[in-house]
């Protein structure tokens, strides 16, 4: 992989050397690799088919889950998340000790892997909000919960600069990996002004389906807003908004 330098850069194929443009600016590679009617037929190959498969069931079930929170995402999200989410189901997919390498598979790895992903990596819920709380999952009840004691925001929250305003959001997910369904509900708190004063205590109840036998999760961000001329406007599009996978519960 090569960088493209000058003021014209170039995209496409010219002879053996591909142009191509990426979040990390435009870059430039030599064609070259394996027929892919080989890969899908020769013994050489079996791993790497292996490899193929749980690593498309790993994006699949991170679409999922991306879809079931994008009520949450649409202003907490960075450019690489989808691919770092779905790094992260390979681990959740490797960590399955039941079945055959090639097929092993969400449900019966590890969905607890995914607790503390941060789906905005320019804006950690850990270094945002310092307010302790309290993340549970009642799965016979169906309810996805997290509690916070009254807090004063100017103390335990660390908010970007233009900051006036903050609100609380949460989200609960049942993601049926094998469907390829879910249920969500979602929760925010109303604008609150970023200040020296106490806040309500906030409790967040998500209800899902009672007794679920799928894995459930929760979570938690903030998004933060700058009010002007008595506007409220999200602040820079959301660029530092944190959402974290604060509980989950794999069944």
Known sequence: MARQKGII?????IGDITFYKTQDGHLAREKGGIDASRIKSDPA???????????????KAGKLLRTALRPLLLNSADGRM??????????????????????????????????????NIRGKLGTSLFAPYVASIDRAAGEVKVDIASFVPGNMIAAPSGTTHFKIISGGAEVDFEAETFVVATSETPIMPWDSTPTAVISQTNVVTANSTKPLFLALGVEFYQEINGQMYSLKNGAFNPLSMAAVDSG
């Open 9 to 13: 850069k170039l995209k496409g194929t």
């Open 82 to 119: 989808v691919s770092r989410l779905t790094q992260r189901m390979v681990k959740v997919i490797q960590a399955d000790l039941v079945s055959e390498r090639g097929l092993r598979n969400v449900i019966d790895g590890e969905a607890e892997l995914l607790f503390g992903f941060e789906f």
């Open 45 to 59: 190959f079996q791993r790497t088919r292996e490899n193929g498969s749980e690593f498309g069931r790993a994006g």
